[in-house]
């Protein structure tokens, strides 16, 4: 067989989809830093096994880089440390572009737009004495509201934003906006009757996008045209219906 016809064949023998990780095994993988309770962005199924917005429009973009992506969970506080000293590669988290996190990591091109809300009972206004902001700890929410000298209140997960204003822990919560409507879709929660405030700080909304690691800065060009892609062929629209009510793009 000629080296042409061998080149054909192995070219041809690589499977089209390999969102799931099924390269070969020499094939190094990339690291995907992912939140897994942050409904319906990220989180576990009844299964167990990871999805929501986010995590499949990796998944997606993976396939059409054709690389194997292995996905880690880690808590939005871990996000920025571990991708900025190179111990993983992308992080498949909706992220606003702020200051600090310029200097520390690179960003992949906008999957969805996203604004901040403000929840809290009427007459609970943002900046008010002794009222306490639940928010997510190292989110753009929280730097936001320690920049205003609010007195805040941080949880682990998006998961776990309603349980302060429940027990009235915190008076008030700050989230984006996708988050505040998983929020409403718990009964305890939405029986507080919360009013809810846009904020129109620019540190609190507009494009976000997948961070990638400062080590790594030849992904951006790929994954930047792997988006286009599944904006192209359906793919996003397809998930995006999936997990959402409202088109993001």
């Not at 309770?37 to 880089?65: H, K, W, Y």
């Not at 571990?82 to 702020?98: M, N, P, Y």
């Not at 309603?162 to 919560?173: C, D, I, T």
Request: net charge neutral.
């Amino acid at each position: 067989m000629s080296r042409a016809a061998l080149v054909f064949l192995l070219c041809c023998a690589l499977p089209a989809s390999l969102g799931s990780g099924a390269l070969a095994a020499d094939e190094p993988a990339l690291r995907v830093l992912v939140l897994d309770n942050a409904p319906p962005m990220s989180f576990r199924d009844e299964s167990g096994q990871l999805t929501g917005f986010s995590v499949e429009i990796a998944r997606a973009v993976c396939s059409e880089m054709r690389v194997n992506c292995a996905f880690d969970v880690v808590t939005q506080s871990a996000l920025l440390p571990t991708l900025s000293q190179g111990k993983a590669d992308i992080a498949a988290v909706g992220l606003l572009e702020t200051p600090e996190r310029r200097t520390r990591m690179l960003f992949a091109k906008p999957y969805y737009r996203s604004m901040s809300l403000w929840l809290a009972r009427s007459g609970v206004s943002p900046g008010q004495a002794g009222v306490k902001v639940a928010v997510v700890g190292g989110s753009a929410q929280e730097a936001y509201g320690r920049k205003q000298g609010w007195e805040m209140h941080p949880v682990a997960t998006h998961g776990e934003l309603g349980a302060p204003l429940v027990s009235g822990e915190a008076q008030a919560v700050l989230v984006p906006m996708i988050t505040g409507i998983s929020l409403q879709k718990n009964e305890a929660f939405r029986q507080l009757d919360l009013a809810t405030t846009v904020l129109q700080a620019p540190e609190l909304g507009g494009d976000a996008s997948f961070g990638i690691s400062p080590y790594r800065p030849e992904l951006q060009k790929e994954i930047n045209a792997a988006l286009d892609r599944i904006k192209r062929n359906g793919t996003y629209d397809r998930i995006n219906s999936r997990f959402l009510p409202f088109r993001v793009s």
